[in-house]
């Protein structure tokens, strides 16, 4: 953040709009994957197979979210008609 | 983080705040489910109840911290590659 001079009021507002979906789903994530991986409240302790388990259930929920707004990034962009030459260039990227 | 001003510090403090209390009420949430059965026969907690609350919260935060501390490790990798090709993409240009 230092170096980047005022900052706007734009620029604030999609910065905190962005941290505040960043920790949503941070704090959906935990509940999805506590739900999902920790079953055995006998032991106060995380087993190892639960620790693995919620990091990559946390992993494989960040992977499938970026394919999912990818995927749509891209339809959005091929079913746009009015499509100008960078939205041309983006779409034989993409094929 | 320097620059910040006091308007934006409040901005960070009170978001901070709203999602521990959103954090709260989903840990609330499934360590009812994961502990009390819906039969409500007897007013109290038992035993087995009360035990099982206790290691769910304990638990669920560092279960939260663990997923923080991944989640923070891979949002950095990905900046850094970022980074990288953003320089080589200026790099080329010149």
Do not use: W
Request: glycine fraction near 2%; aromatic fraction near 6%.
């Amino acid at each position: 953040m230092a170096g980047l001079g005022p900052t706007t009021h734009i620029d604030v507002e999609s910065t905190s709009r962005q941290f505040r979906e960043f920790l949503s789903s941070y704090n959906k994530l935990t509940e999805m994957c506590f739900m999902d991986c920790i079953n055995d409240f006998t032991s106060r302790k995380i087993s190892n197979a639960e620790d693995t388990c919620a990091l990559n259930c946390m992993e494989k929920y960040m992977k499938m979210t970026q394919r999912i707004s990818q995927r749509f990034q891209e339809s959005q962009l091929l079913s746009t008609d009015a499509a100008g030459p960078t939205v041309q260039n983006l779409k034989s990227a993409v094929q | 983080m320097a620059e910040l001003n006091e308007a934006q510090l409040k901005l960070v403090a009170d978001l901070e705040l709203e999602m521990m209390a959103d954090m709260y009420n989903r840990m609330s949430n499934c360590c009812q489910k994961k502990c009390i059965a819906p039969k409500y026969k007897d007013p109290d907690l038992n035993k087995g109840e009360a035990v099982c609350i206790d290691r769910c919260v304990a638990k669920y935060m560092e279960i939260h911290d663990r997923i923080g501390k991944k989640l923070t490790a891979m949002s950095q990798q990905d900046e850094a590659t970022v980074k990288k090709i953003q320089a080589q993409m200026q790099q080329q240009q010149k």
